[in-house]
């Protein structure tokens, strides 16, 4: 199985990163495939077209439109800004259709306050329905992003480490699941 990580932020000083890179080495760990879809080393314009209908398609969006579709599944990561997930990530989000069909996507939050972008989390998994995804019930919530890890990325309290195994856990259970099920439905389609 492979998972892309998209990390929705491209902000300068941006903590989001942390996460991303966390969640990329646990998944590595538990010998699942990676791809970090890192949108500020891949920048979008704003929106013209959707991915697929714009006659000049650039060759970063095709580029990034085989990444996503190559992804058994996906987890989002983005920090909250005013009370919502990153504009970045929503333009991005609003290219794609296609690669996103029917798959299983985890939300990963951050804030530097003690919510841990509930906010963000739980508007961006109404986006993924919208999307005709799967979104985990469960969210990873980062509160206080700042302290949680050190210079060197790593995780400074058990805290996170509980909920990242726990976020893991139900995550490639719920996408192996769907997988599976695709699979099983295209061999028998076939």
């Keep these: 199985m492979r998972i892309g990580i998209v990390l929705g ?7 989001s990163h942390k996460v991303a890179r966390h969640l990329e080495r646990e998944l590595q760990k538990r010998s ?13 314009p704003i929106l013209d077209e959707r991915a697929g209908r714009h006659p000049q398609l650039q ?11 190559e992804a058994d599944g996906l987890v989002f990561v ?23 069909n029917k798959k299983p996507i985890g939300v990963a939050a951050v804030s530097a306050g003690k919510l841990g972008g509930i906010n963000a ?19 990873l919530l980062v ?7 050190d210079e060197s990325l790593q995780v400074k309290g058990e805290h996170i480490e509980r909920s990242t195994t726990r976020f893991l856990d139900d995550y490639l259970w719920f996408a192996r699941a769907i997988v599976d099920a695709k699979r099983a439905a295209s061999e028998r389609a076939a």
């Design 121 to 139: 989390s739980t508007q961006l998994q109404h986006v993924i329905l919208s999307l005709g995804a799967f979104p985990l019930p469960i969210k």
């Design 9 to 15: 932020s491209t902000r300068t000083g941006r903590q």
């Design 78 to 100: 983005t920090p909250e800004y005013h009370g919502s997930f990153s504009g970045v990530l929503k333009n991005a989000l609003d290219y794609f259709w296609e690669e996103f």
């Design 59 to 69: 060759a970063r969006v095709q580029g990034l439109s085989a990444r996503l579709h």
């Design 32 to 44: 699942v495939a990676t791809d970090l879809i890192d949108l500020a080393e891949s920048p979008l």
């Design 143 to 149: 509160p206080e992003v700042h302290d949680a890890f």
